[in-house]
């Protein structure tokens, strides 16, 4: 066996070991680990007289859920911690590694770290290794930076390079910013490469709240990669919210990605209200895709509230393409609160690919105010695919509205649209009454309407109600190569 062998049998052995002193109370050993006081001086305590608390340790390790356990071994370890420091270190390492232990080492190490600074770090050092665990870092130096700045600065030597000095210098840069915003960026500034960036970073971002000029321009000259990203974007983002105008000029500085994509977003939004030209300026800017499509709808919102003409204009002369489509959809649901108008404008545009999306989009915004005239005017255009689509979207809404008055509309349509009315809505009907819906399916004159109507009202009546379906379908009057249709989809 080669000597890391034989070093991890050790310390299984020592494990073991350490297990079993701790579950079992035992005749005391003849120098007793020394608890620290309050005070950071050593007390004794008797192993004996820990007896209930290893009892409530032990039994909260067996404990099967895990909120449950965590729950009571927190409070267990808190205990052992709060009567013997040394034993609940002996317990620390007889456990698990995990959350529970996670749990007790941030419990000791933040008790241990307000009495002997030093020994917390040591012990940080070596136990604090997860980027969970890391975490304590942060306590450790916002407590040292509120109680003595110079010492807690001198105190960074003790932490290794990694998570956990990050950790620190972010925390002790957020609180010295708060008491000395000159000294604090002046002392970010100037430490080595490696430990800049977290530490102006955060000071950075601290200082965001109150100045986030000075911020993008310290970022700018200090902060490389994902740090200044970062940093550019909370600044943007808090410029937005008192001038828009100015956050717009600095959305060019970011580097290409997710991060600009999300700073344009939130400013074209904010500067659409006021500025709606210089909102458009800032979305040219954006690849083309669903989130320049997602910036151009909100702008236009804003636009059609204030300017409908203007924005009509717009986007009547956008590129012909799926970007113009997408536009006139969205601005054609917003200016059907005047039908007469926006069809006036979808009908105008040259690109037919942009007029059929306007349409549709058109009707089914009519028709969540007044479904009766959206659903007869899309009757009366000559059929094909886009009039199909406006016309079931406009009925859907108005058999939510007067089923009645829905049905009886779509036994007056010509063969050429009945079929797909028929089908649409007999599937919105056939959920509340299947029985009538079919019965309603049968009267209808054009027989593709009539087969498609009952198709659709059984399928969602077999969705619903499998066994009545059936039962009706076996007793149902209808030729048998129409039912063994029906049942087929059923079948697979």
Do not use: C
């Amino acid at each position: 066996m080669n000597r890391r062998g034989i070093f991890a049998l050790l310390m299984a052995v020592a494990l073991v070991a350490v297990a079993a002193l701790l579950l079992r109370p035992s005749a005391p050993p003849a120098v007793s680990p020394p608890p620290l006081s309050a005070t950071g001086s050593i007390t004794s305590v008797s192993p004996a007289d820990l007896s209930a608390e290893r009892a409530s340790l032990a039994a909260a390790i067996q404990l099967a859920d895990p909120r449950a356990r965590a729950r009571a071994l927190g409070q267990a370890f808190q205990a052992l911690l709060e009567r013997d420091f040394e034993a609940a270190l002996l317990a620390l390492y007889a456990l698990p590694r995990g959350g529970d232990y996670d749990t007790a080492l941030f419990l000791l190490l933040d008790a241990l770290h307000r009495r002997d600074p030093d020994r917390a770090l040591a012990l940080a050092r070596t136990l604090a290794t997860s980027r969970e665990q890391a975490v304590i870092y942060n306590v450790f130096f916002d407590t040292f930076a509120r109680e003595n700045l110079a010492t807690a600065v001198s105190r960074l030597a003790l932490v290794p390079d990694g998570l956990g000095r990050e950790n620190s210098l972010r925390a002790l840069a957020g609180v010295w910013l708060r008491a000395d915003t000159a000294a604090a960026l002046a002392w970010a500034q100037q430490l080595p490469l490696f430990d800049r960036s977290p530490a102006l970073e955060s000071a950075l971002h601290e200082l965001v709240r109150t100045d986030p000029l000075q911020v993008i321009e310290l970022a700018q000259t200090s902060l490389t990669g994902p740090a200044l990203e970062r940093t550019l974007f909370l600044a943007v983002q808090k410029l937005t919210l008192t001038d828009p105008g100015a956050a717009a000029g600095f959305v060019p500085l970011m580097p290409a990605g997710d991060t600009h994509t999300r700073a344009a977003l939130e400013v074209a939004r904010a500067l659409a209200v006021k500025n709606p030209v210089a909102a458009l300026d800032l979305i040219a800017q954006l690849p083309s895709g669903f989130a320049s499509t997602l910036a151009l709808n909100s702008v236009l919102t804003s636009w059609a509230a204030t300017a409908p003409a203007a924005a009509a204009q717009y986007v009547a002369a956008l590129p012909t393409g799926p970007g113009q489509d997408a536009a006139a959809a969205h601005l054609a649901g917003l200016l059907a609160r005047e039908p007469a108008n926006a069809l006036a404008w979808a009908q105008s545009l040259p690109a037919a690919t942009a007029r059929d999306a306007a349409l549709v989009s058109l009707a089914s915004a009519w028709a969540q105010t007044d479904p009766a005239s959206a659903t007869r005017w899309a009757s009366t255009q000559p059929a094909g695919a886009t009039v199909t689509a406006a016309l079931t979207g406009a009925l859907s809404y108005w058999v939510l509205s007067d089923a009645a008055a829905a049905r009886d509309f779509v036994t007056t349509l010509p063969a050429a649209t009945q079929r797909a009315a028929a089908a649409s809505i007999a599937q919105q009907l056939a959920q509340r009454d299947p029985v009538s819906t079919l019965a309603w399916a049968h009267i209808l004159a054009t027989p593709a309407a009539r087969e498609a109507a009952v198709a659709a009202a059984y399928a969602r009546w077999f969705d619903n109600a499998p066994a009545a379906a059936r039962t009706w379908l076996d007793a149902a009057n209808l030729p048998s190569e129409f039912k063994n249709r029906l049942r087929t989809p059923v079948a697979r």
